[in-house]
């Protein structure tokens, strides 16, 4: 009887992978089985508890910059990507938070800690960084994310009820569970990052923000963040990696900037 149950399960399981496999904007395939509209929901709900314990920054010449900045990279981003799931509108909003940090939310927000300015020194560098988490939500990289951790969670749980009485099984479970920490969740992590340092310099270079500048912004943060943990055991890449990757896409980039006007943002 179990095991009827559990071959209709997997059956289940794999009718949802086969309806859910779908390409980034870079033609890169993924699996993103979470409703897009539940994906906004979140996202409006994880703003609104920034909002309400998270102190807002009230310097007006900073919320200016990053308003414009966000501004130009979100319109760069709907002329590259114009078949890409876009919110009409973005909500921008800077955070009181020493952290160098942004972040971009399904539905349509971005976040920016105070902290960032200190280290992206110009536009440019700040266009980089919102560029990059504009990337993960037009890659979808959030809905992959968590479409994986659900993955993982049903497997473990297929694995615990077929290991039933089995002396091993809690062992057998602890092992799993740190292999599926280590052989998926975070070098598909990594990919997302790499994606999106990828999309986000081609989207900075369109919005007229200089994308030499982005190398620059990671050496920065190379410099402030001291150091890594190994890369393999990382979900992000390591800053090394990363400059390296935005070094051989700089020729293109750089000449799609040239081809645009310059972007005009207070600096």
């Known amino acids: 009887m179990r095991l009827r149950w559990l071959l209709r399960l997997l059956g289940l399981l794999s009718l949802a992978l086969l309806a859910g496999c779908e390409k980034t904007p870079t033609g890169r395939s993924q699996l993103a089985l979470v409703p897009e509209s539940l994906m906004a929901q979140m996202g409006k709900d994880t703003f609104g508890q920034l909002l ?6 009230r310097d007006a010449a900073v919320n200016r910059q990053v308003q414009c900045v966000a501004r130009e990279v979100a ?3 709907e002329a590259i990507y114009p078949g890409a799931d876009l919110p009409e509108s973005w909500e921008v909003v800077v ?3 020493p952290s160098p940090n942004a972040f971009a939310l399904p539905g349509g927000r971005i976040g920016v800690h105070t902290g960032l300015l200190r280290v992206a020194e ?15 939500v037009l890659a979808d990289h959030g ?21 039933e009485g089995d002396l091993g099984q809690q062992q057998l479970m602890q092992a799993l569970g740190l292999g ?4 998926i969740s975070l070098p598909f992590s990594r990919a997302h990052e790499e994606e999106a340092d990828l999309m986000g310099v081609a989207i900075m270079a369109r919005a007229g923000f200089d994308p030499q500048q982005s190398v ?4 920065n943060m190379a410099a402030a963040g ?11 890449p390591a800053h090394g990696s990363r400059i390296e990757a935005l070094q051989q896409a700089m020729e293109e980039v750089v000449s799609t900037y040239r081809d645009v006007s310059p972007a005009d943002c207070p600096g």
């Open 216 to 219: 620059a912004l990671w050496r």
């Open 75 to 77: 319109a760069a981003a």
């Open 226 to 236: 001291g150091g890594q943990p190994p890369e393999f055991l990382s979900t992000h």
């Open 143 to 163: 809905n992959e994310r968590l479409t994986q951790q659900l993955g993982i969670k049903a497997g473990l749980l297929l694995v615990g009820l077929l290991g």
């Open 122 to 136: 110009n536009p440019a560098q700040l266009a980089a960084v919102i560029g990059h988490e504009v990337a993960h």
């Open 52 to 57: 309400r314990r998270q102190p807002v920054s």
């Open 180 to 183: 599926a920490r280590l052989g």
């Open 95 to 97: 955070f009181e938070d």
